[in-house]
């Protein structure tokens, strides 16, 4: 099951574009069992993946394919396992599980049932993309996941005057702060010629020395864009 981790995010995902197909013609029992099972599946399979890797508690990678190449950058898009992201698949899916079962009550009049889960659905993957991915221009695009989705969640009830707003103002603090994380990316590839965490890590420690100032500029664009 340890190669199987990139079916964690794939669930909610599927589970998300078939909500955003259907358009809101599924029974609503259906979308309950698509939103909040997907993502139910998603948590038995971190606690097997867990399970299984507690044995050996060696990191591993998966590589599913090479997202670009062009020169010497080959971004792959692959996720990377060890203690900390199962602690954090842990949470995302456990407690995301959670929250999706107790919408299917608390969400059950609202007459845009099926648009709310396909964007929680959503949520879900692109928090599962983010701690997962093995390099930073993956984790780039599921943090932008995040956001794009919190924009719609903020503004689900966009009727309301106030809450269209309140999502443009998140969109836009959003869309500042990953700017910083952008220019943080080119700075760390520029320097260390990778954006592969891993290698990035050993690149780091034989470029830089204690005190040098890049890489404290580089960490403070990449607490900017949080």
Not at 99 to 105: A, K, N, P, R, V
Not at 141 to 157: I, M, P, R
């Amino acid at each position: 099951m340890l190669n199987y981790v990139w079916l964690v995010p794939l669930l909610p995902f599927v589970s998300s574009v078939l909500l955003i197909l259907s358009a809101g013609r599924l029974p609503r029992k259906l979308v309950a069992l698509f939103g909040a099972g997907s993502v139910g599946l998603s948590a038995l399979l971190v606690l097997i993946i867990g399970w299984q890797f507690m044995q050996s508690q060696t990191p591993y990678s998966v590589h599913l394919w090479t997202w670009m190449n062009i020169g010497d950058f080959a971004p792959g898009f692959s996720f990377y396992v060890d203690q900390l992201t199962l602690v954090m698949l842990s949470i995302i899916t456990g407690v995301g599980f959670l929250i999706h079962l107790y919408s299917t009550e608390f969400m059950e009049h609202d007459s845009d049932y099926s648009r709310y889960f396909a964007y929680m659905n959503m949520f879900v993957a692109a928090m599962l993309i983010l701690v997962l991915a093995d390099n930073l221009l993956l984790l780039y695009l599921g943090w932008e996941g995040v956001g794009v989705c919190s924009y719609l969640l903020v503004g689900f009830w966009y009727k309301d005057p106030a809450n269209g707003a309140a999502s443009r103002k998140a969109f836009v603090v959003t869309r500042v702060g990953d700017t910083a994380m952008a220019l943080g990316l080119f700075l760390l590839f520029t320097e260390l010629r990778t954006l592969e965490i891993q290698p990035m890590l050993e690149a780091a420690n034989s470029t830089w020395n204690i005190g040098d100032s890049i890489p404290a500029i580089a960490a403070l664009l990449l607490l900017g864009g949080k």
